[in-house]
């Protein structure tokens, strides 16, 4: 089974390239922390999610496919509601304010990796950024 990674950005904020990659790093580094939560033992209800990585990593040689789309934020808002009724953990950023966009800004999401054809069914209709 092939897995990917989806990682959306709110298209209507204006914000530059590196503000962009800043804010999915702050997403990847969300979803690193809760795999080293569990590998340090501080929180074992994080092994599905840990096993979900250890496939993803391996494919391919360690290719780790992932796909970068762009929303609304009303559309973000409807993807996370129907992420947490199947129980898929996504990581959500929300800007500081410090240059580009207010405070407190719905800036970007970070979904789990998760297998190819249930990423297309959840992301199919989103546009590439």
Known sequence: MVYKQILIINSELDMGKGKIVGQECHG?????DELLLYLEGKAPENKELYEKFKIW?????????????????AEMDRILRELTT????????HDRGLTQVKENSFTCIVIEPLPEAQCDELS?????L
């Open 124 to 128: 199919r209709h989103l546009k590439l």
């Open 57 to 73: 990593r391996g494919e391919d040689g360690g290719l780790m496919k992932k796909i970068v789309l762009k929303a609304k934020e």
């Open 86 to 93: 199947r129980d898929i953990e996504a990581f959500v950023v």
């Open 28 to 32: 990847m580094v969300y979803y690193m």
